[in-house]
């Protein structure tokens, strides 16, 4: 279960600047085949994601400096761009092992749930 035929996804359901780093919540998902057969028993949870408009960051570096790239997307690219952010989670995509990496580094495809602005869709309108 690795990619590119499932892709492991990490959901956090919390934002680590106004909750305890110990009581953040974390989903960590795989994605499935489409031939793959719930059983009724599991204890997994299955849920399929939302979709919608994304911005799309592509991070590669030490997994210590994943906070600093949130903080920049929504604290710099983000209000500077004609997108607010949408009330969907975000979502990382985990494209390597970090520990098999030569140089330590994660490799991750961040998605950051996003919507067009209103003040920029008037004035497409006026166009």
């Not at 952010?85 to 998605?111: Q, S, T, W």
Request: net charge negative.
């Amino acid at each position: 279960m690795y990619p590119p035929n499932q892709y492991f996804i990490g959901i956090s359901l919390d934002d680590p600047n106004t909750t305890e780093e110990h009581e953040c919540r974390y989903d960590a998902c795989v994605t499935l085949p489409q031939s793959f057969i719930k059983e009724n028993e599991s204890e997994v949870q299955f849920r399929k994601l939302p979709g919608g408009l994304y911005g799309l960051y592509h991070f590669y570096d030490t997994i210590d400096k994943l906070g600093i790239a949130y903080q920049s997307i929504f604290g710099q690219w983000l209000p500077h761009s004609e997108f607010d952010p949408d009330e969907r989670e975000c979502l990382e995509f985990c494209m390597n092992n970090p520990f098999e990496d030569p140089e330590g580094k994660a490799k991750v495809d961040l998605y950051i749930p996003i919507r067009v602005r209103l003040l920029h869709i008037g004035k497409r309108n006026r166009l």
